[in-house]
Nanobody, 115 residues
Framework: QVQLVESGGGLVQPGGSLRLSCVVSGSIFSIDAMGWYCQAPGKQRELVAVIFSGGGTSHADSVKGRFTISRDNAKNTMYLQMNNLKPEDTAVYYC?????????WGQGTQVTVSS
């Protein structure tokens, strides 16, 4: 069993920054990939960024140059550094892990970008 716990969401003004964290616990010996998804009201959940077991990353076009995904294996923690936030980034952000072919999700953390 794998557990994911996100933190770091909140209210920020346009142009501001936030860093989301996702702590992974449980049977994590075979994490194939981890990522962040977001879901805005009335919209489908969509991929924001992913980091693979080898360290390679990929970011959605809408966040390239503004968001950066990273992980600290020693702390079993994944991060999403979010800079130059825009109102359209407002959503619930979910942490995701693919472990031995199974998908796991965190509970989500709300990010609101508003003046």
């Amino acid at each position: 069993q794998v557990q994911l716990v996100e933190s770091g969401g909140g209210l920020v003004q346009p142009g501001g920054s936030l860093r989301l964290s996702c702590v992974v616990s449980g049977s994590i010996f075979s994490i194939d990939a981890m990522g962040w998804y977001c879901q805005a009201p009335g919209k489908q959940r969509e991929l924001v960024a992913v980091i693979f077991s080898g360290g390679g990353t990929s970011h959605a076009d809408s966040v390239k140059g503004r968001f950066t995904i990273s992980r600290d294996n020693a702390k079993n923690t994944m991060y999403l550094q979010m800079n130059n936030l825009k109102p359209e980034d407002t959503a619930v952000y979910y942490c995701y892990a693919l472990v031995a072919g199974r998908s796991y999700w965190g509970q989500g953390t709300q990010v609101t970008v508003s003046s």
